[in-house]
């Protein structure tokens, strides 16, 4: 079977590294990859959706996958389908689940789903008279995409009010801010939970945890995310029942009842209080670091999870996992998250290789010139571990930072910690 992957980041080589471990999969394409995916993959720079599935069709590729939310959010699965070309990923209008946050509250109201009480507005005044009955800190939400930078997490109400203001009259996000939720803060522990679909059914992925702060303890600016680990001790069978029934099977079916059944994977962002599931948020793709621990831990081959996913015969899937644990450490650029690097040389040690199994790196900001590979994004690369414990796992991934070399890397000390911790 012949696989393209749609995307450049971590998320996309830790899907390129599964696949590569797979008997069935023979050339895996990249669209557009990025510096250190040639290793693994034939990289195509072609951008437009028609483009992208004549490429498909000429080529006889099985099955495309989806990494980012963006093509998804543009309809790329509909292009797909409409030529009756596999697909893994959400369609345009399942995608406003992640899209439009106005559109995701919504849905969670009508279906009874557990999330933050919220108003939803595009007026100032209606803003600020529910940030005045709301206990701080208040959260503030931009509706549409801002590249994870649209929540605000306001410590005082004049704060979420400027904040209000700001997306409200565009300063902020432009039209991404024009309606704008103002919702309760949550105060719990969150996790990840990720649920394959085909439409109809799904199969729940061992819950992860991602660090979104840069710093250590949780401390700093938001950033796409700075580690994660897998499966976690901070959820339980009880708990993982809890959100099946409350959560991913009411969304499966609201979604169904709204006319655009739910494929593709769903990665429910939830907040954890008292034993309860709360959503905070969905995602319509895989969480980037989630997918970087979560790949390296799937004993079933990839393509056989994809392949049945997009083509609604995941009934027919024994979906199986290592009995192992996997820590990834983002290793990112000195300035991230406020810009990018200077593109500065990487340099891995000679006794480290960089394997299939096991132990081994996740490129993701990175360029190739001159067969050397060069530090040019926020999230540069992740050193992934695996092993018997999370302790284990974490260890073999933080001797792998210390053998991965660029000037200015940074990356926090304490990933997993709230789990060695319990
Ligand atoms: P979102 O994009 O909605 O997941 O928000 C990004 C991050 O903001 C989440 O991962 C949480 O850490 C935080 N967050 C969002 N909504 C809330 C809330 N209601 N209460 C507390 N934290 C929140
Ligand atoms: N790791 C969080 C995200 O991908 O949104």
Known sequence: MDILIVGSGGREYSIALALKKDKEVGTVYMAPGNGATQRIAVNIDIKD?????????????????VGPEAPLVEGIVDVFNERKLPIFGASKKASRLEGSKVYMKNFLKKYNIPTASYIQTDDLKEA?????SLTEPIVIKA??????????IAQTKLEATEAARDMLSGDSFGDAGKFIIVEEFLDGYELSVFAVCDGENYKILPAAQDHKRLLDGDNGPNTGGMGAYAPTPLIN????????KQVVIPTLEGMQKEGSPYSGVLFIGL???NDEPIVLEYNVRFGDPECEVLMPLLETPASQLFYKAATKDLQNLDLEFYDKYAVAVVVASQKYPYSGSTPSEIIVDENVHDELDGTHIVYAGVSKEDEKLYATGGRVLLCVGLGESIKEAR???????GQ????G????LDIAYQALNK
């Open 271 to 273: 907040m954890i209080i």
């Open 237 to 244: 069978d009880e708990l993982y029942k809890k959100v099946e």
């Open 49 to 65: 959706f028609d483009e992208l599935a004549d490429f498909v069709q000429n080529n006889s590729i099985d099955l495309t996958i």
């Open 409 to 412: 890397k940074q990356f926090r």
């Open 128 to 132: 600020t008279d529910f940030i005045e």
């Open 143 to 152: 509706d549409g995409l801002c590249g994870g930078k649209g929540v605000i």
């Open 395 to 401: 260890d073999k991934a933080y001797l792998l930072c």
């Open 404 to 407: 991965v070399h660029f000037a």
